[in-house]
């Protein structure tokens, strides 16, 4: 008798698991952690929270900016962002983007391009959109021959806001001079724009004597800086075209009142390290762009895009392709010669960054 009710009983058992199991094949299957076959939308929608990553193309403080601004829109729109950021080399930023390539739970992926005509960057690029990554360009895009490696493009029209720190340069300095050109590589979308837009902003009179790389290394970008004001006697303008340039310049040009009174400077973005150097008045002009607002939309695009969400993706994209996230000029005072409606002074600047949380951008 125990031995037939303890025969019912392991019955009883084997029926009810089998019943559970059934149970469970018929409701969705959890996502496997390789995503298996799904594509990145399918794994977004059924694993939880879309995941976007952004490749940065150096490693300056600039970034903070825009990874706020890219963690602040992840909060508010409820997906996974971060931000890996490249030591300022091409196969580096092709490392990461190979490493992205191969998260399958990756959906997105925004690339601040290392070096525009880099066919290996390209091919990075391709190779995500092949594999069903939405991929956008924020900040410095991709050579227009690659046009097709990535689907949208946010930032700054660094040939724009070239021509405003070139008109900021004649304004501070009507009677023009020889200029030094300061950046990591000269070979970046961004670099080469905004150079382009400095001198067809600040006129003829303006003579560009060489540009000086540095490869995002910072030592030598101040090196660079000794190199110019040695090699150039009669040097009158120095222009740095990547954040980390500014600080460098302004600490060179004014260990002695003579230099610092002889030469101009015009630099991007705003350093943390430039903050103390535009109310010290050893920056004439910088021309900040808006990295914040480059994270916050580039997040909203993205998860717009792998949603497929036309209307939203149009309020990011009005014309479905650009997004300009505009220029302010910073400026130690308005008391000075650069005027217009979108040149603020350095302490406007400073309330904005904490308004934000931020010390530089």
């Not at 290996?120 to 991929?135: C, F, M, P, Q, S």
Request: with cysteine.
């Amino acid at each position: 008798m125990l031995r037939r009710q303890f025969g019912a009983s392991v019955l009883f058992l084997i029926i009810t698991t089998l019943g559970l199991s059934g149970c469970g094949s018929e409701s969705a299957p959890a996502p496997s952690a390789g995503g298996g076959g799904a594509s990145p939308a399918a794994t977004a929608t059924k694993g939880g929270k879309t995941r976007i990553i952004f490749v940065t193309n150096s490693n300056a403080d600039w970034w903070n900016a825009m990874e706020k601004g890219m963690q602040d829109a992840a909060t508010e729109l409820g997906v996974t962002a971060e931000m890996r950021r490249n030591e300022g080399q091409s196969q580096g930023q092709i490392r990461l983007l190979e490493d992205a390539l191969s998260l399958d739970d990756v959906s997105g992926v925004a690339v601040s391009v290392f070096e525009a005509e880099s066919p290996g960057i390209a091919d990075a690029l391709r190779r995500l959109k092949e594999a069903g990554k939405v991929v956008i360009t924020v900040d410095s895009d991709i050579a227009a021959n690659n046009i097709d490696a990535r689907r949208a493009y946010i930032g700054t029209f660094n040939v724009k806001a070239g021509e405003a720190a070139g008109k900021a340069a004649a304004a501070i300095r009507p009677a023009g001079g020889k200029t030094a050109v300061f950046v990591g590589t000269a070979a970046a979308a961004n670099a080469r724009e905004r150079r382009d837009g400095f001198f067809a902003g600040a006129g003829s009179k303006f003579a560009q004597v060489e540009i000086f790389e540095d490869q995002t290394d910072k030592n030598k970008a101040q090196v660079n800086v000794q190199t110019a004001l040695s090699k150039y006697g009669d040097l009158g303008v120095l222009v740095g075209l990547w954040s980390y340039n500014a600080p460098r310049i302004a600490e060179e040009v004014s260990r002695t009142a003579e230099i610092r009174k002889k030469v101009s400077v015009v630099t991007f973005d705003l350093d943390e390290l430039a903050v103390g150097h535009l109310e010290k008045k050893n920056i004439d002009a910088t021309v900040c762009q808006n990295p914040y607002d480059m994270g916050f939309q580039g997040v909203k695009l993205l998860k717009a895009l792998i949603n497929k969400d036309d209307k939203a993706v149009a309020e990011v994209l009005p014309d479905g392709k650009v997004r300009d996230t505009g220029v302010r000029i910073v400026v130690p005072d308005k008391s000075g010669p650069v005027k217009g409606d979108n040149v603020i002074s350095i302490e406007e600047m400073k309330a904005w960054l904490l308004s934000k949380g931020l010390k530089s951008t």
